[in-house]
Structure formats: C-alpha cells, structure tokens
C-alpha cells in the first residue's frame, strides 16, 4: 500500500475531470412502456443537450427513434415533461425548436411527420384516446403577443393535422389527463392562481360522450390545503390519486363516490408537480401496486397489495428512485444510489430480479474516491429542525497537513421546493476527491419531509433557508468538522436566490457561487412565466400590495451590505430568471470593489445542457473558489477573470 502525499484540502489531484463528466454523463427520464418495449429519454451534453427517445425490447436490442436534429422537449409551463408518447408501435413527441408534435414509427426510417401546424402552440403529457382515434394533450397557447398564454385540454385527430380541439378551459392550469380502460371517462386535474400544484390541485371527472366532447365534470377531491397529482385507473376502472391531505403525499382512490386512504404512511409518494409525466406508480395486474416512497431524503421501493392494504418492501441497491413504469408484471424505472449514477432499470415484480437496461454515464467512478452522503438533522431556525446531506472529504491518495480542517461547500438546491437525494452527485465529488466537505441541504419548504415542512418557507422565503443553509455551516464549524474561516455556498436557480441572501443578509460565508440565481425579487415577480408568475404570493406576500418585503429581501437592493467574493454563471436565453439580473448584481457588486466574476453562456437557457458549458461551469467555480481560499488546484484550469482580485 503506498504511502498517502500530504497536501493541503483542494489541492488533491482527483480522478473527477469535469469535462469527462460533462461528456459522459447523459441525463434519462421519461421512462414509458408499450407492449414488450420500455422507451426513455436522454439528454445527451455531448449533442448541444439534444434529448433523444430510445427503445429497448425485449430482447435487448436499443435503437434512437428520433433522428437530428429533432430535439423531444416541451416547453409548457417552461419546464416541460410529457414531451412523448409511445402508443399502438408509434411514437409522438414535441420538437422543441418549432414545439409542434410530430409522429414517427420506430422500424421506419421516415423523417417524423408533422402531427400539429406551425402556429405559437405547446403540447405536453398527452395519452391516446383509442376508441376515438385521438390524442388528449395539456395545450398551452401562446398565440396571443403580450397576454398570458392560455392552457387548456385538447384532443388531436390521428388522422389529420390540426391544433387541437378544446375539451377543458377555464382553469389557469391543466395536468395528467387520464382516459378510463373502458374508454367512457377521462380525469384530469387543474389548478389557479395563485396556487402552486404543490399547493392545491383540484381532481375532475367527466365523461365522453358519443361525440367525443365531455359531459358535465365533477370534482372528485379538492381543498385549499390538498394537492392532488397522479392520477391513474386500475386495470378494472377505479380511480387512484396521490393526495396530501393527511400530510404525506400518500395513495388514496375513489370508491363508490367516496375518497378513500388506500394506505397511509408517514412517506412522499409524489414529488412535486414541477415537470408532467412524472411518476412513483404503477399498476402490476388490478390488485397490485409497485410504488416509490421517500423517508428522510431516501427512496425505496415496493409493492402494495391491494387486497389486504400491505406493502411488501422490495430491495434494491437504490437510494432514489423515480420515472416508475409498470407493463405486465415488470416494473420500470430510474434509479441511483450513493455509488451509482442513474440508471434505467427493469424488475420482476414476482422475484425482484433487476436488469439495468441503461447507465447514465460512461465514466467508471473508483468507489474509493466516492464519498459516501451522512444523513444529517441540525437545529435550523427558530428552534425547528432542518436536515442535509453531509459528504466529507474522500481521496486514498491524499492526506491533509496535521491540523488542518477542510474548506466547506453549502449547495442549496434549487425550486425552492424541491430536495436534495442521496444519490451520487458528481459535482459533490469532484469536490470531496479535491479535499472539500460539502453539506447538501434541505433547508426549511424542502419537498420529502411532508405538507408542513414544506409550506414552512411560505412568507419566509429569503430568511428560513438563508437561516438553515447558515445554521448548517455554522453547525459542522462548531463541532470541528471544517474551517469556520473557508466556508462558500452555491446554488442555482432558487439556490442560487438563497446562496445571494446568505451573502448579502448574514455573516457567515466567506465566498459564493449564483448559478442563474435570483437577485432581484420585485423582477421576477413582474418578468417571469406564467407557470410562477404567482409563486412568490406565497414565498414572499402578495404583489405589489407586499412590495416593502420584495425590496427588502432583493440582494440587489443590498449591494451595500455583501462583502465576499461572488461569481455569476448565467444562460443569455433564460427565460425563467432573466439574465440581466446576474449582470445587474455582478456590475453593482464590481462597483462596490468586491472581487467578482460573471461567466455568461449563449444559447443556454435556464440550467445548463451543453457539456462544454457544463464542465466549464464546475471548473470555474472551483478555480474561483481556489483563488479565494488560496490553495493551488491540481490541474490546469483555464482562468477566470476576476476583477478587483
């Protein structure tokens, strides 16, 4: 065994190279069946973040469906999901350059036919409504110049093109439309501002008449405090939901007109309804049920049984799992776990035999430099609990000068509701193999850990996760864990937001990273999408009537009280936050004298899909951090101009 080089924490020369993992990491999801075939998509960096559909049959032969340059991303409700279909041995899906559908045969060659006309329309999660020889989609217009596009249910003639022909409207929003087995009702659930999904979702059914329109539609399960997302009938017709009126997003089903728990567990069984098509069930046969659910940040897997109400525990080597597809009696899915990136998986519901059908990555990660995720709970603010991942630093190659403690990196993921998982981070470890700790956290309004936690940021946004992100800094400093005097944080999008307040309204960090981050809230409230151009009602108070709270928590406001060194990383066609905020804070911040640095990314749009971006991202970031920590990175680095450095 060879003895370990003593090095100071960040200088330790890693196996993590962020190009090879830009490269040669893909990102799989939207995990459908159809017959014998399981079909996915893959977000390929290597392709300028094309995203392809692949099928793979039963006897193990994959093939791309969708040839260049088509690209299968919807842009409804600006984050997408639901952006194909596999039905009957065809495929349709959105392009996203035009966002029209097009259809295509997996064993044709043919260029994808156009299924929708050229007019400013997006379409999402669509199923096949069979007995009528249509599609129903989620429609969102945009045709209108200067008013709010309009979302409604639609169906489309598979016989002819067109736009779509109405079948719901009203409602702000639309999701999850589901046609019965028996072909005779359709559910779907909607939602209106300013509500969330996550917030309050209404559940509809209506039935189809002979002529193809909707009959009267009753709301079957609704609250101002319920959200409702994924429903789906059972082989013999009954409705089931996930709903959180019991706190926990758990499966409940509609009885004889009467909503009924189905099981109740202290577990998510549902992420939030940031993305259509997602999926933590699916039906194995009418009195089976193989499901996802998440405790403390980890997902397992079972299978319930419909008839005494038991679940049955499946083991697997994954700690979060999503995208779950159920045909016969195989289950599908996309797993990862602490050592693993992402994979496409398929189990025998019977035996629970797995078959990886596809890995994400084709870079092998030496275990020994993986750094394994330490649950972690930590007293958050106001005397509550918040909760993280903790990664220490790991390299067998390396060993610390005696004495010294390691650099922290606090990442504060984004949504801001929304959760870290306990599965293999990449980026963490390109961070833990250089001599980095880094704490993920949870932070207060985090998603996994119920209804309550979760609407705890609501009119604390900018304070409860600014306060937990701090608090865990502070918490692992405290108890000898890494260097109080080197601590930084990170964050994109809403992490992004709260890596900015932790900068600019508390005194903890030394230097941070905003990653298309919010700087200015009254901007956002008035220049985003629709989607959440209401979000921050909740988060933050009403518009404009509370605009003293939106200024007083903007940290473009506050240039006056930063006093570390911030970089920027920005897409030049972001839509979601735009990218004059990032040049606003880094101009204000470059005025005052901080050291600061902006890294603009044209045709990127809101997080980063091109692997030369996406390596030249997490390169700077560490090089900047290097600069300020002072410690010489292992490997060359292209520069980052920092001004006032």
Not at 172 to 189: E, I, K, N, Q
Not at 637 to 645: E, G, L, S
Request: aromatic letters at 12%.
């Amino acid at each position: 065994m060879s003895a370990k080089t003593t090095a100071p924490f960040g200088s330790w020369r890693s196996p993590f190279q962020a190009a090879q993992i830009a490269a040669g990491t893909i990102r799989l999801a939207e995990v459908r069946c159809d017959g014998e075939s399981a079909f996915w998509t893959e977000l390929r960096p290597s392709e300028q973040g094309r995203c392809v559909v692949v099928r793979r049959d039963r006897d193990g032969a994959t093939r791309d469906l969708v040839p260049p340059p088509f690209n299968v991303r919807t842009r409804v409700h600006e984050y997408g999901g639901g952006a194909f279909l596999a039905h009957a041995g065809e495929i349709i899906f959105s392009n996203f350059a035009d966002g029209r559908l097009y259809r295509t045969r997996p064993n044709s060659f043919e260029t994808p036919i156009p299924m929708t006309p050229e007019a400013d329309m997006r379409y999402a999660d669509g199923v096949p409504d069979p007995a009528r020889g249509r599609f129903i989609y989620v429609r969102e217009d945009h045709s209108e110049t200067g008013k709010e596009p309009v979302n409604s249910l639609v169906a489309l003639d598979a016989s002819r093109s067109d736009a779509g022909k109405i079948l719901a409207s009203g409602a702000d929003f639309y999701s999850s439309p589901r046609v019965s087995p028996d072909g005779r009702s359709l559910a779907w659930l909607s939602w209106n501002h300013p509500d969330m999904p996550w917030d309050a979702a209404a559940l509809y059914i209506a039935p189809i008449g002979g002529d193809g329109e909707l009959g009267e539609a009753t709301c079957v399960a609704s609250g101002p405090n319920e959200s409702i997302v994924q429903p789906l009938w059972s082989p013999d017709g009954v409705l089931y939901f996930l709903s959180d009126r019991n706190n926990w997003w758990n499966l409940h089903r509609l009885a004889n007109g009467v909503v009924e728990p189905v099981l109740e567990m202290e577990a998510e069984f549902a992420r939030p309804h940031w993305v259509f098509g997602t999926s933590t069930y699916g039906f194995a046969g009418a009195k089976e049920i193989v499901c996802a659910f998440e405790r403390e940040g980890v997902w397992s897997l079972g299978v319930l049984d419909l008839t005494d109400r038991t679940m049955r525990a499946i083991e697997t080597p994954y700690t979060d799992i999503a995208c779950v597809r159920v045909s016969g009696r195989r289950a599908y899915f996309v797993g990862a776990s602490a050592e693993k990136m992402p994979v496409v998986a398929s189990m025998d519901v019977n035996g629970g035999k797995l078959k990886i059908l596809k890995e994400s990555s084709a870079v092998g990660f030496d275990s020994a430099y993986v750094s394994r995720p330490e649950p972690m709970a930590f007293p958050g603010a106001n005397g509550g609990e918040a909760h993280g991942f903790f990664y220490a630093p790991r390299n067998p190659d390396f060993a610390a000068p005696a004495g010294e403690k390691p650099p922290l990196l606090v990442m504060s993921h984004g949504g801001p509701t929304s959760a870290t998982a306990a599965s293999l981070n990449p980026k963490i470890q390109y961070y833990t193999s250089r001599g980095f700790a880094v704490l993920d956290v949870n932070y207060g309004g985090s998603s996994g850990y119920g209804r309550r936690y979760r609407e705890s940021l609501y009119g604390r946004w900018g304070v409860l996760d600014v306060d937990d992100c701090c608090a865990g800094a502070k918490f692992l400093a405290q108890t000898g864990r890494v260097d109080p005097k080197r601590l930084a944080i990170t964050g994109g999008s809403a992490g992004g937001y709260t890596t900015l307040c932790c900068l600019a309204f508390r005194d903890v960090f030394s230097a941070g990273s905003s990653h298309f981050g919010v700087s200015d809230c009254e901007a956002l409230a008035t220049d985003t999408h629709k989607f959440e151009s209401r979000y921050l009602d909740k988060l933050i108070g009403p518009w404009p009537e509370r605009r003293d709270l939106y200024r007083a928590r903007s940290p473009l406001r506050h240039t006056e009280r930063f006093s570390c060194p911030v970089i920027f990383f920005q897409g030049t066609e972001d839509r979601v936050v735009p990218p004059n905020q990032a040049q606003e804070m880094a101009d204000a911040l470059r005025r005052k004298g901080l050291s600061v640095a902006l890294l603009m990314f044209e045709g990127e749009q809101h997080g980063f899909r091109r692997s030369e971006n996406v390596a030249r991202a997490l390169d700077a970031e560490f090089f900047f951090f290097s600069k300020i920590f002072g410690f010489p990175p292992a490997d060359y680095i292209d520069p980052v101009a920092i001004d006032n450095f």
